[in-house]
């Protein structure tokens, strides 16, 4: 059985999830994702938060280190991945797709937020490895 989420990581979290308050409130839906991602980034650095944007996923495969293209949308205080979405629905894939960059990188909470909706908390989705 895996062990819990540590409380440092839920608190990191709840801070992403309060900044993507913020930023859906200001903002509402309707733009581009790139849009939304630039100003989550902005949010989580007012906020003393460490995060970086686009990092890089390599994919280690038969002991070769090999760039596939995978990049994360945002990594915040190296523990928790941020993928962005502005669509009409989160589909499977899109979850699919954050569980693929978990494993890649071990690490083991991600979220999935979509900004394109009337109300976030309709557009958040926690994933945990």
């Known amino acids: 059985m895996r062990e819990a989420i ?37 949010e989580l ?4 938060i460490r995060v970086e944007r686009q990092v890089p996923i390599p994919v280690i495969y038969d002991g070769v280190r090999l760039e596939a293209g995978f990049r994360l949308d945002l990594l915040v205080n190296n523990c928790v991945i941020v993928e962005l979405k502005a669509v009409e629905y989160l589909l499977p894939v899109h979850t699919a797709q954050l569980m693929t960059y978990l494993k890649l990188t071990k690490h083991r909470l991600g979220l999935l937020i979509n900004f394109n909706v009337p109300l976030i908390k309709d557009g958040l989705k926690r994933i945990v490895l």
Request: hydrophobic share 35%; aromatic share 4%.
């Open 6 to 42: 540590s409380e440092g990581v839920n608190q990191v979290a709840k801070e992403i999830v309060d900044s993507a308050f913020q930023v859906h409130s200001t903002l509402g839906a309707g733009l581009l994702e790139s849009v939304y991602e630039i100003c989550l980034e902005h």
């Open 45 to 48: 650095r007012k906020r003393e």
